[in-house]
């Protein structure tokens, strides 16, 4: 039972995982097509493709998204991107939510524009915001018309338990480039009722991979977004993206546009999301389980002692439905490395981790083992050296979260071969993944390898991509900590690495 944690592993070659041999993009392909009109709107006939990805775990619960074709037509994504490519544009440097990376966003509508402060209240310079004012009302002249034509009626037709209701109360533009930003993680959009993604680029031509749904982290389904198609999902979805470069005669690029609106069932926008996850929780569905623990605090007249536990409870009943990211929470819990009332119980962390695994593989729960064998080898010492069969078990587990899509065991892999553990010391091949975990660490890693390897062009360019992800930012060390991979605390990012064999640990990022 406990070798099925490590399908695969040892590998039977023995030879170390590489960037390599990390999986393609795999295109979800599963789709009904239908034409669907809007109500009042006769001239409008959408072509829809609708496709339904099963929800990790135990249970047969499914997870819908839709695909609209050209519901943006070619005329008005090209006036949205000369007003975007406009040299005086600035996006947003502030630290998503998601990923702790600078979000390279910008609002066109959200709470605080509603009440007149600006769109990131702290984080405009009051240069910009002029220009920002105008950038943004020009854009909302595009914006609006097709808002209350086309996606906000086809949204109420298609969640009629919205009743009318649903409301476009977030409206933002997110950009991803080569050299840049290039992913989000994976994550469940739990403050938004439908998300609706606008792509304002061509996949294949302008980009390869994208937005992706998946059933579990380490499978991810990529949607083959044209400009102007949107995807349209719920909260209980989870999906990321993830931007690949395409080829051209002047190298490899990619440019990813994305308009991103966040429904709401209300249309004051007030924040009805307490009730979203209670029913169907209640019914047994371990995503809404999951997502309920995470709005119990806002239930109105919750003491916080109650509202603890409750996160506890229902995490508890999808954990024993092996919703991965249930179990990797009550785990990180167990551990005291997320807040609440249950007593330290590492065995029973341990368990949660495996249950995740033989689940869905997940890689946040390889990660949590390879950090559960990291501290076992440092406190097994034996004859004054930690236990190499136990770092090695680390290690694969590691390999196991890298192939799963986790960027910090990717970046943990580089220290692998930058430090030897368990093999031998290969700087190239910790180059490598330090630059594949695309990571603002990593990238910097990347940047300090060619440096030593006196390359200061390429040195200075990882410097740059690093820096444009909020490496060196004072937020970005608290922000890696409560976001991990997707939007979850409680990880560690700098492993509790033991000496290697010259009685060295690798630096403290
Ligand atoms: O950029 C995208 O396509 C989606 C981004 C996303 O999922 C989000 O911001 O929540
Ligand atoms: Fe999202």
């Known amino acids: 039972q406990t070798c099925s944690a490590l399908d695969g592993y040892p590998r039977v070659d023995n030879q170390p995982l590489r960037p390599n041999d990390l999986p393609a993009v795999q295109l979800f392909n599963d789709w009904q097509n239908s034409t669907v009109s809007i109500l009042g709107n006769d001239a409008l006939l959408l072509n829809v493709s609708s496709g339904s990805i099963r929800q990790a775990g135990y249970s047969n619960y499914t997870s819908q998204v839709e695909l609209l ?10 006036r949205m991107l000369q007003l975007l490519n406009s040299p005086q544009t600035s996006l947003d440097q502030d630290p998503d939510t998601v990923d702790g990376f600078s979000t390279q966003e910008f609002f066109l509508d959200n709470d605080s524009l509603r009440n007149g402060e600006s769109g990131k209240p702290g984080f405009e310079s009051p240069e910009q915001a002029e220009h920002r004012r105008e950038l943004r009302q020009a854009l909302q002249n595009i914006a609006q018309p097709i ?22 109360c977030y409206s933002l533009i997110r950009r991803y480039l080569y050299g840049e930003r290039q992913s989000h993680a994976p994550h469940r959009d739990g403050h938004s009722f439908v998300t609706v993604v606008v792509s304002l680029s061509d996949y294949g031509t302008d980009y390869l991979g994208g937005l992706y749904v998946a059933s579990e982290t380490s499978h991810p389904y990529y949607l083959r977004l044209q400009q102007g198609d949107a995807a349209v999902h719920q909260s209980d979805l989870l999906h990321g993206v993830k931007v690949y470069p395409v080829e051209t005669e002047n190298g490899l690029h ?22 979203w996850f209670k029913d169907c929780a209640e019914k047994g569905n371990p995503t809404c389980q999951m997502m309920h623990a995470t709005k119990v605090s806002s239930i109105p007249g919750i003491s916080s002692e109650e509202a603890m536990k409750e996160v506890v409870f229902w995490n508890q009943k999808a954990a024993e439905m092996g919703h991965a990211t249930a179990c990797v929470k009550l785990a990180r819990a167990l551990l005291g490395k997320l807040p609440s009332h249950l007593k330290k119980d590492r065995k029973e962390a341990r368990k949660l981790f495996l249950r995740a695994i033989e689940s869905s593989n997940d890689p946040d729960a390889q990660y949590g083992m390879a950090t559960l064998y990291l501290e076992d080898a440092s406190t097994n010492v034996i004859l004054g050296r930690p236990n190499d069969d136990l770092v090695k078990k680390a290690v694969a587990h590691l390999e196991a979260s890298a192939l799963g899509g986790h960027p910090f065991a990717m970046f943990n892999l580089g220290m692998v071969h930058m430090m030897g553990y368990g093999t031998k010391i290969d700087h190239a091949l910790a180059g490598e993944w330090f630059e594949a975990s695309g990571l603002p660490e990593g990238l910097a890693a990347r940047s300090m390898h060619y440096s030593s390897m006196g390359e200061p062009e390429k040195a200075a360019e ?11 930012a004072p937020w970005r060390v608290l922000a890696r900590e409560s976001t991990g991979y997707g939007g979850a605390g409680g990880i560690d990012f700098n492993l509790p690495w033991p000496p290697n064999e010259s009685n060295r640990v690798p630096p403290k990022w």
């Open 254 to 275: 990619a440019t990813r546009w994305s308009w991103i609106l966040w429904f709401r069932d209300s249309e004051q926008c007030e924040d009805e999301s307490h009730v």
């Open 462 to 472: 990882f410097q740059r991509r690093a820096q444009s992800l909020g490496f060196g």
């Open 69 to 78: 074709s050209k519901i943006v037509t070619a005329e008005e994504v090209s």
């Open 147 to 168: 808002l209350e034509e086309r996606i906000t009626p086809y949204v109420n037709q298609r969640f009629p338990t919205c009743q009318g209701r649903c409301t476009p």
